[in-house]
């Protein structure tokens, strides 16, 4: 009952900044929280940065200081503001909703983001 539309991702030079969007749509307001994960060639998915429904921040370690998690409420969408960007941050990004009663999980489509010379 939520669909979630992931733009932005693209080929960006290392130090460079990309900012990803998802757009929510369907039950908004039982989503509990939002996030964005990633997963690169031979590696699992792994969390980036997650918010919650009362605007309370999370990220991993690697993205601290470069990364912004971010909702605009009025457009129900989330974004994540990517700076300084090195190749190992090169994945598919997928963007994340947590949605209640029942706590299912929807996933966006994934959108590719490359960092290369």
């Known amino acids: 009952q939520v669909q979630l539309v992931e733009s932005g991702g693209g080929l960006v030079q290392p130090g460079g900044s990309l900012r990803l969007s998802c757009a929510a749509s369907?039950?908004?307001?039982?989503?509990?929280?939002m996030g964005w994960y990633r997963q690169a060639p031979g590696k699992q998915r792994e969390l980036v940065a997650t918010i919650t429904s009362g605007g309370s921040t999370n990220y991993r370690d690697s993205v601290k200081g470069r990364f912004t998690i971010s909702r605009d409420t009025a457009k129900n969408t989330v974004y994540l503001q990517m700076n300084s960007l090195k190749p190992e941050d090169t994945a598919v990004y997928y963007c994340?909703?947590?949605?209640?009663?029942?706590?299912?999980?929807?996933w966006g489509q994934g959108t590719q983001v490359t960092v290369s010379a």
């Open positions: 369907g039950s908004i307001g039982s989503i509990k929280a």
């Open positions: 994340n909703a947590k949605v209640g009663p029942l706590f299912y999980n929807y």
